[in-house]
């Protein structure tokens, strides 16, 4: 590895901001997925290093990203974004498969989940509707496998950290899903 990319790694794990994102491009680093899900991508800017992270692992044209978001359906409110032609180009330069989603969790998962296949790693961003993003964790176990890793952007006091979803909180989050859908 040369000398510039290995302190590019260094930036992006110990010095980018925002400092959040930090957690995704180190539990990249840790744990090498090839195939990435992010929820909610905003600007676009956590998807392009973080396919830069795992490109230290694999060649990029082994990296699969798929990004959903809602693009230029995204509110004032939801933050900033970028237009799903900006984020195509954003993210080709990278040399990863990429495939962008529009709409929120909840319509994207439901209709794809079965066909996109597994995932070793899944971002969800904060900001993203309560009420789709709590719907959608029915079909998250559909696209994980045994070695897959959530990380989950939660709001605490102004300030957004991701943390890892274990398994038993994801089964749990599943299990209240139904209990909605057969109310």
């Not at 994102?21 to 195939?35: C, I, L, M």
């Not at 993203?128 to 709001?155: C, D, K, M, N």
């Amino acid at each position: 590895m040369s000398v510039t990319r290995c302190l590019r790694l260094r930036y992006l794990l110990h010095l980018s901001k925002p400092a959040s994102d930090r957690t995704v491009y180190r539990a990249v680093h840790e744990q090498k997925p090839r195939r990435i899900l992010e929820l909610g991508m905003g600007a676009a800017e956590r998807a392009v290093r973080t396919i830069e992270v795992a490109a230290h692992h694999a060649r990029a044209e082994e990296i699969h990203y798929v990004g959903v978001d809602l693009f230029e359906s995204r509110s004032a409110a939801s933050g900033p974004g970028v237009s799903l032609k900006t984020a195509y180009r954003l993210l080709r330069s990278t040399g990863a498969a990429i495939r962008l989603l529009p709409g929120d969790p909840l319509t994207v998962l439901s209709r794809f989940a079965n066909e996109l296949g597994r995932f070793d790693l899944v971002v969800i961003a904060a900001g993203l509707s309560g009420q789709s993003l709590g719907q959608a964790w029915y079909f998250v176990p559909r696209i994980l496998h045994g070695a897959s890793h959530v990380l989950l952007q939660e709001t605490r006091g102004g300030a957004a950290e991701f943390r890892e979803v274990p398994v038993r909180e994801v089964e749990a989050r599943v299990q209240a899903c139904q209990r909605r859908r057969v109310a």
